[in-house]
C-alpha cells in the first residue's frame, strides 16, 4: 500500500468556520488543492442540495492524508476499531461478507463520491470487511474531525446523514433484485453503476470503465462466474450492453433500463433543501 501524504494539509483539527477562515486567507493555493481532492464528494452532495464555501472549505479541512491501495487489497477489516472513516475517490470498493464454506459475498459496490464507512463514527466498527474491488484512490477523515464538522456544521451532517441513508435505499434495491432473473440482476447493477457514475462525472451517456471479473459479478448478484459468463453474452446479443476489456458499453440506456425494470428513484439525486 502507498500512502501519499495530504498536499497543503495541517494536523490539527479547529472548528470549520475558523479552519475555512485560514484556508481562504492564509492558503488561498493549498485551499484550492483540497477542494480540487475531494471534489467527487462535493459533486455527488450538491447533485442533492447546494454547499456553501465554508461547507466546502469545511470538508477539505477535515481530510487528512489520501491514500492508494491496490485492487484486492483489504481497507477495512470487521471487527477492527476505527478511528477514521473512507472516502472513495477513484476505482470500486466492495462491502464483502466471507462465508464458512470460503465463498464470499458482495453485498455492496461503492462508486467515487461514496463514504465507505461513514457510519463507523457511531458504530466505531464494521461487521464487514471492505476490499478494493480495482485500484483506488482514497481519503482518510478522522472521526475527531467529523465529530466537530457534525457540531459546527449542522446542514453538512445532515448532508453526510443523507449518504448513509442512500446506502441503506442502495442495500434495499439489492435484495429485492435477487428476485429476478440473472440478466435482469446484471442489467439491473449495470444501469445502477452507470447512473451513479455518470451523477459524478466518472461516465459518459454511452458507457464507463468497470474494472470488475466476472466472479466480482457473481459474488454481487449470487451467480457463478460461468452463469454470468452467459448472461453477458445475451446481454451483448441482445445489443443490450457490452461489458469487454474493462468497459461497459450501452448502445441504448433507455432500452437497457427498460430490459431492468430500472428506476434511479431509490438513488436520489434530485436536489432539494435537505
Not at 7 to 12: A, H, N, Q
Not at 154 to 161: I, N, T
Not at 201 to 229: K, R
Amino acid at each position: 500500500m502507498v500512502i501519499a501524504a495530504g498536499d497543503g494539509m495541517e494536523s490539527g483539527i479547529m472548528a470549520s468556520g475558523q479552519r475555512a477562515a485560514v484556508l481562504m486567507q492564509d492558503a488561498p493555493v493549498a485551499a484550492g488543492r483540497d477542494l480540487d481532492r475531494i471534489s467527487v464528494l462535493i459533486c455527488a452532495l450538491e447533485r442533492r442540495d447546494r454547499l456553501s464555501e465554508q461547507e466546502r472549505a469545511a470538508l477539505a479541512a477535515a481530510a487528512v492524508e489520501v491514500r492508494t491501495h491496490p485492487q484486492g487489497d483489504t481497507l477495512i477489516r470487521a471487527g477492527v476499531a476505527a478511528d477514521h472513516s473512507t472516502l472513495l475517490l477513484d476505482g470500486l470498493l466492495g462491502r464483502v461478507y466471507y462465508m464458512s464454506e470460503g465463498k464470499r459475498q458482495v453485498v455492496a459496490l461503492h462508486s467515487p463520491g461514496d463514504f465507505v464507512d461513514l457510519h463507523s463514527l457511531l458504530l466505531r466498527r464494521l461487521d464487514h470487511d471492505v476490499v478494493a474491488m480495482s485500484d483506488v484512490r482514497v481519503a482518510i477523515f478522522p472521526h475527531a474531525a467529523l465529530r466537530r464538522l457534525t457540531e459546527t456544521e449542522p446542514h453538512l451532517a445532515r448532508m453526510l446523514w443523507l449518504l448513509t441513508v442512500i446506502d441503506a435505499a442502495i442495500h434495499r434495491e439489492w435484495i429485492a433484485r435477487l428476485g429476478h432473473s440473472a440478466a435482469v440482476r446484471i442489467a439491473h447493477l449495470l444501469c445502477e453503476l452507470h447512473t451513479r457514475l455518470l451523477a459524478v462525472g466518472e461516465a459518459t451517456p454511452q458507457g464507463f470503465v468497470i474494472d470488475l471479473t466476472q466472479a466480482d459479478l457473481g459474488d454481487m448478484t449470487g451467480l457463478t462466474p460461468v452463469h454470468v459468463n452467459r448472461t453477458l453474452r445475451k446481454l451483448r446479443e441482445a445489443n443490450l450492453a457490452v461489458v469487454r476489456d474493462g468497459y461497459a458499453s450501452i448502445p441504448d440506456v433507455t432500452k437497457l433500463r427498460d430490459f431492468a425494470g430500472f428506476d434511479p428513484n431509490y438513488l436520489y439525486l434530485e436536489s432539494h433543501p435537505r
